[in-house]
């Protein structure tokens, strides 16, 4: 396979947030403020993303606006010329802020709602007032005449508001909708009992997706995302592990997903001992599952491997143990079954209370 440069790169720059969704993708054991790099680190990285062929720079966490050096970044990011969009759940934003981000150079703002209605969202990310402050950076986003994309992370504790989430998301004049249903990897795996919406669930709000998408073409573009545990074929996930994105952690890791942390025996690169050229081409943990060399059947020999890539590495590690194994989401995996079953028992037991993300919870 050829290797062609990434065109998009993660950084997750820090994994302090005010918020403790149950779903995060970060890992269990977080990495604490004394271990997050260096802004000149950070610029650096960002400036060989750049010469590598990089075109979009996606500043993410926990909450990337936690970082005092943020504006900074992003004026960096906007100097070597990367498309820069901040992934924040917007409570740490005001109106000053903003407008220092989208005067450094900031293209686009991501953000997350826990649901439409104020109660629910503040209970499930754990924070009083935060659905207020999203509401008001949103107008605010938008009043200013910047990009707006929401993303709405849905589980079988708010699944039934998605047409509440799509009316919000046209009231808010955002472009984009990503309607996300949470994926089982770090804190979410944990919480999967809690989180894990039932078929029919699933199955209503997807035809309201696709319902929506016709209704509103031209006016609201709709991602969306499903819980591959009912699906038939998994996601193509990552587009292909080690094929078009990098993720950078706080303490300066390389992934080639951002949840790899969770495949025990991968051996990370760090962005202060290797550059990022040599990391993308070189690092054993980019290499484990790029292409299809590493693949078992029926991945090896089947028609689809260039279209999902062989599924999720990480969901194969969760459930089997071993990463290069068959994603059970996949239909022709042996595990296929079990995944299903485990799936409808747990979306129709009763939920269990969460456990929260915190710092020094795992
Ligand atoms: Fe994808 Fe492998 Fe399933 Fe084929 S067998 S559809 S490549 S996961
Ligand atoms: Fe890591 Fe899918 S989440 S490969």
């Given at each position: 396979m050829t290797l062609h440069p990434p065109h998009s790169l993660l950084a997750?720059?820090?994994?302090?947030?005010?918020l403790q969704c149950?779903?995060?993708?970060?890992?269990?054991?977080l990495t604490k403020k004394s271990g997050e790099i260096s802004t000149d680190t950070w610029k650096s990285v960002l400036s060989q993303a750049a010469e590598l062929g990089v075109l979009h720079i996606h500043f993410s966490g926990g909450e990337p606006t936690a970082r005092p050096d943020i504006l900074e970044l992003v004026s960096h990011a906007r100097e070597v010329g990367l498309y820069s969009n901040l992934i924040t759940s917007g409570v740490l934003m005001n109106e000053g802020r903003l407008d220092a981000l989208l005067e450094a150079g900031l293209d686009h703002v991501q953000l997350s709602f826990q649901d439409c209605e104020a109660e629910n969202a503040d209970r499930i990310g754990g924070h009083k007032g935060g659905h207020a402050k999203k509401l008001d950076l949103a107008r605010e986003v938008r009043a200013r005449g910047a990009a707006l994309t929401v993303n709405a992370v849905v589980h079988?504790?708010?699944?039934?508001n998605v047409p509440k989430f799509i009316d919000l998301a046209v009231e808010l004049d955002a472009g984009r909708l990503e309607v996300a249903h949470v994926q089982y990897y770090g804190w979410a795996l944990k919480n999967r009992a809690a989180l894990i919406p039932s078929r029919e669930a699933l199955m209503k709000a997807t035809e309201e997706v696709a319902e929506a998408r016709e209704r509103l073409k031209g006016q609201l573009v709709i991602d969306y995302v499903i819980p591959d545990y009912y699906a038939r074929y998994p996601k193509p996930c990552m587009s292909g592990w080690g094929r078009v994105g990098i993720c950078v952690t706080p303490s300066g890791k390389a992934l080639p997903c951002h949840a790899a942390e969770t495949i025990t025996g991968l051996e990370f690169d760090n962005v202060a001992d290797k550059t990022l050229a040599d990391i993308w081409e070189t690092s054993s943990a980019f290499q484990a599952y790029r292409g299809f060399d590493w693949m078992e059947e029926p991945c090896r020999s089947c028609e689809r491997r260039e279209i999902?890539?062989?599924?999720?590495r990480c969901q194969a590690f969760a459930f089997?143990?071993?990463?290069?194994?068959?994603?059970?989401?996949?239909?022709?995996?042996?595990m296929h079954g079990e995944l299903v079953e485990l799936a409808m028992e747990e979306s129709t037991a009763p939920p269990p209370e969460f456990a929260y993300r915190r710092i020094g919870a795992a």
């Amino acid at each position: 396979m050829t290797l062609h440069p990434p065109h998009s790169l993660l950084a997750e720059l820090t994994h302090r947030c005010p918020l403790q969704c149950p779903y995060c993708s970060n890992p269990l054991e977080l990495t604490k403020k004394s271990g997050e790099i260096s802004t000149d680190t950070w610029k650096s990285v960002l400036s060989q993303a750049a010469e590598l062929g990089v075109l979009h720079i996606h500043f993410s966490g926990g909450e990337p606006t936690a970082r005092p050096d943020i504006l900074e970044l992003v004026s960096h990011a906007r100097e070597v010329g990367l498309y820069s969009n901040l992934i924040t759940s917007g409570v740490l934003m005001n109106e000053g802020r903003l407008d220092a981000l989208l005067e450094a150079g900031l293209d686009h703002v991501q953000l997350s709602f826990q649901d439409c209605e104020a109660e629910n969202a503040d209970r499930i990310g754990g924070h009083k007032g935060g659905h207020a402050k999203k509401l008001d950076l949103a107008r605010e986003v938008r009043a200013r005449g910047a990009a707006l994309t929401v993303n709405a992370v849905v589980h079988r504790q708010n699944i039934e508001n998605v047409p509440k989430f799509i009316d919000l998301a046209v009231e808010l004049d955002a472009g984009r909708l990503e309607v996300a249903h949470v994926q089982y990897y770090g804190w979410a795996l944990k919480n999967r009992a809690a989180l894990i919406p039932s078929r029919e669930a699933l199955m209503k709000a997807t035809e309201e997706v696709a319902e929506a998408r016709e209704r509103l073409k031209g006016q609201l573009v709709i991602d969306y995302v499903i819980p591959d545990y009912y699906a038939r074929y998994p996601k193509p996930c990552m587009s292909g592990w080690g094929r078009v994105g990098i993720c950078v952690t706080p303490s300066g890791k390389a992934l080639p997903c951002h949840a790899a942390e969770t495949i025990t025996g991968l051996e990370f690169d760090n962005v202060a001992d290797k550059t990022l050229a040599d990391i993308w081409e070189t690092s054993s943990a980019f290499q484990a599952y790029r292409g299809f060399d590493w693949m078992e059947e029926p991945c090896r020999s089947c028609e689809r491997r260039e279209i999902d890539w062989g599924g999720c590495r990480c969901q194969a590690f969760a459930f089997t143990g071993r990463a290069e194994a068959t994603d059970p989401a996949c239909s022709k995996s042996p595990m296929h079954g079990e995944l299903v079953e485990l799936a409808m028992e747990e979306s129709t037991a009763p939920p269990p209370e969460f456990a929260y993300r915190r710092i020094g919870a795992a």
